[in-house]
T-cell receptor
Framework: AQKVTQAQTEISVVEKEDVTLDCVYE???????LFWYKQPPSGELVFLIR??????QNEISGRYSWNFQKSTSSFNFTITASQVVDSAVYFC?????????????FGTGTRLKVLA | GAVVSQHPSWVICKSGTSVKIECRSL??????MFWYRQFPKQSLMLMAT?????????EQGVEKDKFLINHASLTLSTLTVTSAHPEDSSFYIC????????????????FGNGTRLTVT
């Protein structure tokens, strides 16, 4: 069965520190998609990145970077030089082709607090 | 970019009444919309998949008679919480995927801003 695990419930860092948010997934599909979303206190979900199962290339976008490793079923997210505005809950999600509708299964989220 | 509008953003109702939440895709068509529920400090739990012109598909454990979903057009889906009770108080979020050819799995979901329901 599909599953997404975000073992870190809450992380606190001081501004300018680097922080990595872990995501481990389980799936039997060979075709699947992984996503990261940010949920600030206001509640809306902000799309950050998607990655398909055939593309293990890591990606960097500004201070954000993602490390996708199929061998360990992980899709970790690193914020470099964190800022207070990065404080939010971050969700990792899995979408499987076999579901037909590509519905998302979310992890439990990691609450990141960046302290000034 | 694709925008999903959800209304109302918050609602307080008395126990026993029904509440309707609207989810609209403003600048794109969506054959499929998803309804999620989020309890405080918890993850998003998929409630149902809303398909335009057909019945919604509910996840296990979700009462379809209590959470009525209608997807009358390619841009509008509604969730009605019938005979609401305090335990239905939660944050409800809808999402939609841009309709495009060639498969949609790689397209990210666009989320509404959510509706905070409080049942007194």
């Amino acid at each position: 069965a599909q599953k997404v695990t975000q073992a870190q419930t809450e992380i606190s860092v001081v501004e300018k520190e680097d922080v990595t948010l872990d995501c481990v997934y389980e799936t039997r599909d060979t075709t699947y998609y992984l996503f990261w979303y940010k949920q600030p206190p206001s509640g809306e979900l902000v799309f950050l990145i998607r990655r398909n199962s055939f593309d293990e290339q890591n990606e960097i976008s500004g201070r954000y970077s993602w490390n996708f490793q199929k061998s360990t079923s992980s899709f970790n997210f690193t914020i470099t030089a964190s800022q207070v505005v990065d404080s939010a809950v971050y969700f990792c999600a899995l979408s499987e082709a076999s579901s037909g509708t590509y519905k998302y299964i979310f992890g439990t989220g990691t609450r990141l607090k960046v302290l000034a | 970019g694709a925008v999903v509008s959800q209304h109302p953003s918050w609602v307080i109702c008395k126990s026993g009444t029904s509440v309707k939440i609207e989810c609209r895709s403003l600048d794109f068509q969506a054959t499929t919309m998803f309804w999620y529920r989020q309890f405080p400090k918890q993850s998003l739990m998929l409630m149902a998949t809303s398909n335009e012109g057909s019945k919604a598909t509910y996840e296990q454990g979700v009462e379809k008679d209590k959470f009525l979903i209608n997807h009358a057009s390619l841009t509008l889906s509604t969730l009605t919480v019938t005979s609401a009770h305090p335990e239905d108080s939660s944050f409800y979020i809808c999402s939609a995927r841009l309709l495009r050819q060639g498969g949609s799995g790689n397209s990210p979901l666009h989320f509404g801003n959510g509706t905070r329901l409080t049942v007194t």
